[in-house]
T-cell receptor
């Protein structure tokens, strides 16, 4: 099976712009989670989607949003970009989203905000 | 809220030497514990996990971790490291009070294996 894929892999934006990142989960996986990784804050949970519904949300401002499509693919959007949004954004998928399900991570999208 | 502490930010070790990466978690209820590894410019790969049962869990590449409930620890060990083990290692927890089914990560330990 193909792994989790994320596009694009690298992105450069300027402050104030908005950005959309895409994640395709492993075939058959219905849960998709998003994490932000920065040197200062480490790995932080953004949100999780299951069957097109947001099931869980981390402590991020409303500028961060996401959605999931019927084929389980997910997108996350960040509006009004700030310098501090520069990070590696990781997507992870799992079969049903149960707490014991293994999360499989994609390679990430590295976002640089200038 | 639950949390994970990885006390060592960097661990240098010579090839073929043993290594231990420490992980402590805080939770008063049952949790599930994971170790992930991240190689440069890559995502996270699951190394091993503890869900229940035997407190000693092993990975296919020689790593093992022991769940110790009384000490709330889940240290990662390898008896003999290889240069290819150089990477960043993250301990994570899910479940527990306020944790739900998301992963809460530690700050990571950079393992550097030297010749």
């Amino acid at each position: 099976k193909a792994g989790v894929t994320q596009t694009p892999r690298y992105l450069i934006k300027t402050r104030g712009q908005q950005v959309t990142l895409s994640c395709s989960p492993i075939s058959g996986h219905r849960s998709v989670s998003w994490y932000q990784q920065t040197p200062g804050q480490g790995l932080q949970f953004l949100f999780e989607y299951f069957s097109e519904t947001q099931r869980n949300k981390g402590n991020f401002p409303g500028r961060f949003s996401g959605r999931q499509f019927s084929n389980s693919r997910s997108e996350m959007n960040v509006s009004t970009l700030e310098l501090g949004d520069s990070a590696l954004y990781l997507c992870a998928s799992r079969v049903l989203g149960a707490v014991t399900d293994t999360q499989y991570f994609g390679p990430g999208t590295r976002l640089t905000v200038l | 809220a639950q949390s994970v502490t990885q006390l060592d930010s960097q661990v240098p070790v010579f090839e073929e030497a043993p290594v231990e990466l420490r992980c402590n978690y805080s939770s008063s209820v049952s949790v599930y514990l994971f170790w992930y590894v991240q190689y440069p410019n890559q995502g996270l790969q699951l190394l091993l996990k503890y869900l229940s049962g035997s407190t000693l869990v092993e990975s296919i590449n020689g790593f093992e971790a022991e769940f110790n409930k009384s000490q709330t620890s889940f240290h990662l060990r390898k008896p003999s490291v290889h240069i290819s083990d150089t990477a960043e290692y993250f301990c994570a927890v899910s479940g527990g009070t306020g944790g739900g089914n998301k992963l809460t990560f530690g700050t990571g330990t950079q393992l550097k294996v030297e010749l």
